[in-house]
């Protein structure tokens, strides 16, 4: 596609809950990146995808969050027995793996109610 | 991975030039200098990435030293809707990029 896509654009669920979030990246783009970003706050890395390589999963802040990428292109965040901290928007961005940059998409706002 | 530091914020006017710098004391050899932009409501938007000496393009431009330790951001006249935060990064293009907290520039009428 032209850009990169997210869905859902928002997503309220009760605490405890399981959630899966969507990216869809630009074709032929080999890297897949998610971040979390809290209100006011700066990007925090959580997993990075490249090609066929073992994903970076340092950014991760604990076992209730995990991610696949199917074949080489989807990518699904899934964030089981959601707490309230998780409430924030989570990005997601592709790239060709070198230059020029990063693509982002619009981000899913997660509230844990 | 280099850490960068960077003004948290800076106020300017419509039509005034902003420079934001950007320290990176630590940087590697192979690594690029690239600046984002994220307005409300959005993911970041990529601005311009460079090594070493000037880069330009149609938003901006960036300067970088010969020692690669800083880097500054160059915006020609800006407008209300430049008010944004801008994000340096310093890192290897085929790497993760760890974002800092940006810079939040407000461009006044």
Redesign the interface.
Known sequence: GAG?SQSPSNKVTEKGKDVELRCDPISGHT?L?W?RQSLG?????LI?F?GNSAP?KS?LPSDRFSAERTGGSVSTLTIQRTQQEDSAVY?C?S?L???????????TRLTVV | LAKTTQPISMDSYEGQEVNITCSHNNIATND?I?W?QQFP??????II?GYKTKVTNEVASLFIPADRKSSTLSLPRVSLSDTAVY?CLVGD??????????TRLQVFP
């Open positions: 990169v890297a990146y971040y706050q700066g990007l925090e890395f990075y490249q970076d950014g990005l961005a790239s793996g070198s230059l020029p940059g990063y693509t982002f998409g619009s981000g | 690029y690239t984002y409501s959005q993911g970041p938007r990529f990435q994000y293009p085929g790497d993760k990029l760890i974002f800092g907290t940006g």
